[in-house]
């Protein structure tokens, strides 16, 4: 059964920092763009991160140079490193999986979500 599931997130104050993780189960990684997305309450959803199978990454303007995004040799997991954050980061975040590998296109695969808490 193909699942990704999130972890890692919680309650932290500003200026703190979380790091995620988005795990393949049933399926690896290769092959596939894999990206993080948050929605927060009243606000659409929205891609803040992306790497695809080649290495590249992508970064959305607002958390460039705060936030990193990650994958391990085994090509199961994802990570994102969250520094510096804000009250704004304040978001339900989601990872997916697109098997086009290409961060722009529709994204076959998602987790539930994790829940990010920035305190001020």
């Known amino acids: 059964q193909v699942q990704l599931v999130e972890s890692g997130g919680g309650l932290v104050q500003t200026g703190g920092s979380l790091k995620l993780s988005c795990l393949a189960s049933g399926f690896t990684f290769d092959g596939y763009a894999v990206g993080w997305f948050r929605q927060a309450p009243g606000n659409a959803q929205s891609l803040i991160a992306c790497i695809n199978d080649n290495g590249a990454t992508y970064l959305s303007t607002p958390v460039s140079g705060r936030f990193t995004i990650s994958g391990d040799k085994s090509k199961t997991t994802v990570y994102l490193q969250m520094n510096s954050l804000k009250p704004w980061d304040t978001a339900v975040y989601l990872c997916?999986?697109?098997?086009?590998?290409?961060?722009?296109?529709?994204?076959?695969?998602w987790g539930r979500g994790t829940q990010v808490t920035v305190s001020s």
């Open positions: 997916a999986a697109s098997r086009t590998n290409y961060c722009e296109n529709d994204y076959d695969y």
